[in-house]
């Protein structure tokens, strides 16, 4: 029985800003065009107007189903993660990783992540399932990553075309492979 490794990159940026969710988003949609399955959760930011929270969804690959995971603060300070909501967002997430889809993106690794709580499961996941794992993490929560991921990944940088193009290249060297281990 062959064993397949999982190929992991991680587009690296300075903060975590909305532009970086904005290109995990753009990412997923260009793969699913070039009919990659894709499973794996990936953010929208929606602001609000009057408000310093922006509405955050996590969007499930597989059944498109958006799950808000904010909570405006009393006040309208700001917001907080909402963890049923992150719950549920990950369970749908899982279930999609599990299923027949070929590459995972995760949109990022984040405090939460780094704190050992959030999406690491998920993340976990599909490396023991040696499926293609493309993720974000800014410079601050690099060496939890690391830590976390170990040293086998692929720096990616914030642009478009070069998340495409691993994808592209991990996919196509994977397909065949990863057909055989799930029976398609």
Do not use: Y
Not at 153 to 168: F, G, K, N, S
Request: aromatic share 4%.
């Amino acid at each position: 029985m062959q064993v397949l490794a999982s190929p992991i990159a991680a587009v690296v940026h300075d903060a975590h800003a909305p532009a970086v969710d904005r290109l995990m988003l753009d990412a997923a949609r260009r793969l699913r065009a070039r009919r990659i399955r894709l499973a794996g959760l990936v953010q929208h930011n929606l602001e609000k107007q009057g408000s310093d929270c922006a509405r955050m969804f996590l969007e499930d690959l597989v059944s498109g189903k958006q799950v808000l995971i904010s909570l405006e603060r009393r006040g309208g300070t700001g917001c907080r993660l909402d963890a049923a909501g992150l719950a549920e967002a990950a369970a749908l997430g899982a279930r999609g990783i599990a299923g027949g889809a070929h590459f995972v993106i995760i949109s990022k690794f984040g405090a939460q992540e780094a704190a050992g709580k959030g999406l690491r499961e998920e993340i976990a996941q599909a490396v023991l399932l040696a499926k293609p794992l493309l993720t974000s993490v800014s410079l601050r929560l690099l060496p939890a990553f690391g830590t976390f991921i170990g040293e086998s990944w692929t720096r990616l940088p914030p642009e478009l075309a070069a998340i495409e193009a691993w994808a592209l290249s991990t996919a196509a060297t994977r397909q065949p492979a990863l057909d055989r281990a799930v029976g398609a």
